[in-house]
């Protein structure tokens, strides 16, 4: 296995069974900033606009157990139409569709769990949410083929990831109004730039195998791109949270995620893959932190 890769069966993984642990690995079960990424802009939504605590709660519970489903099987479908390509790149090479350890109709099995899971959580909603639910199996479904045919995949990464910010508000109003259109357009932003920092990692294999990615394209210029992508985050949320009449004190409570955001800029070397996927990670704490400002603006 390469030197530098993301599979390792470390923590809770290594102590599942031997035949169990290439699917949790798979699923990137080891690795739950995904989930965290995936789940946060729902729990921005609940934040902001839950009509009670027992609802935003019991919705946090259904987002949380689905973020996890849901990333495992947009993980199994991405892997299942890169694996030839993770074979020819380092960090993915160790990846249990390409080393072989996990057969396609054994993960298109895997995937079909998952989705059940995800979908049993979807039913526990509303109308209007388990329809924007069905919906966003478009742009799961289209991600892995658009670093073939676009130089930002991380756009359509944007779309994917950022689906829980209108699902959820419709979840906890069973509406869809301007405010929640400005928060989805706020994760979307968030979710571009820290995932330009992610794919700096890749940013030579990427070239060598010939995909795009937002990492090739911008280069030395990610740094600007990144502190005009955050900025317009900060205005959005500030704007989401006024539309949806939190009290003036969230405002400044969103210096925090600001500063945090503000931070990757500053710290970001992008030849430094460790520094990379520290900064990238660190998109937990931010996402935790603009909630906890929408909650004080709730007070």
Known sequence: MAAFTDIRAEGWVSHLPAAARPYALLARMDRPIGSWLLFLPGLWAFAAAAPDWGTGLWLT????????????????????????IDRRVERTAGRPLASGAVRPRQALLWLA??????????????????????????????????????DWPQAMLGFVFSWAAPTGWAAATGALPPAAVVLWVA??????????VYAHQDREDDAKVGIGSSALTLGERTRPFLLVVYALVVALLVLAGWLAGLRPLFIPAMILP????LRQVVQLRIDDPALCLALFRSNREVGLAVALAFLIGRL
Do not use: E
């Open 61 to 84: 519970l259904l987002f949380a157990v689905g973020s996890v489903a849901m990333r495992g099987a947009g993980c199994v479908v991405n892997d299942l139409w890169d694996r030839d």
């Open 113 to 150: 769990a998952l989705c059940l899971v995800g979908l049993i959580i979807l039913l526990q909603l509303n109308r209007t949410a388990i329809l924007l639910g069905v919906l966003s199996l478009v742009p799961i479904a289209l991600y892995p083929l658009a670093k073939r045919v676009t």
């Open 187 to 196: 994760a979307f932003f968030w979710i571009l730039g820290y995932d330009t």
């Open 258 to 261: 600001a500063a945090l955001l």
